[in-house]
């Protein structure tokens, strides 16, 4: 979601910058950040494909595994605390999931979709 106020803020300076400017757009403090301004932030809606490997009965088909997985009582909780655990165990092996997962991009985010997240809503920029 776009948000119009991008008031430049002491937190945007950098050690090597000046200290009264934001150091990637050279704005001072109390003006509006540049458009284009890497400081000026907006939210999206993505939606990431992860192949992983996991356990299961082996006499459950296809359809079961989706089912579990889908529509039964589990919580999709589950797949965080798994993908957590994966992440701990492929970090100690020096192994990371870049060939894992894909991103692709699906829409501009509206309130109701950071509402849904519980996006955090306290950027220092949009209080001033």
């Excluded at 990637?24 to 992860?50: L, N, W």
């Excluded at 009965?57 to 296809?62: A, L, S, T």
């Excluded at 919580?75 to 991103?103: G, Q, V």
Aim: glycine share 4%; proline share 6%; net charge negative.
């Amino acid at each position: 979601m776009k948000r119009e106020n991008w008031t430049v803020i002491e937190g945007d300076n950098r050690p090597a910058g000046p200290p009264d400017k934001c150091f990637y757009c050279g704005e001072p403090h109390g003006s509006q950040h540049k458009d284009g301004c890497v400081i000026r932030q907006r939210t999206v809606v993505i939606r990431a494909t992860i192949e992983r490997v996991v356990s299961v009965p082996e006499d459950w088909e296809p359809q079961m595994i989706e089912f579990h997985r889908n529509e039964g009582s589990r919580c999709s909780d589950c797949d965080i605390t798994e993908m957590k655990e994966m992440l701990d165990r492929m970090e100690a092996a020096d192994l990371c999931t870049c060939n894992m997962i894909e991103t692709t991009y699906l829409r501009e985010a509206s309130e109701n979709d950071e509402s849904a997240c519980a996006w955090p809503q306290d950027d220092p920029h949009q209080s001033s």
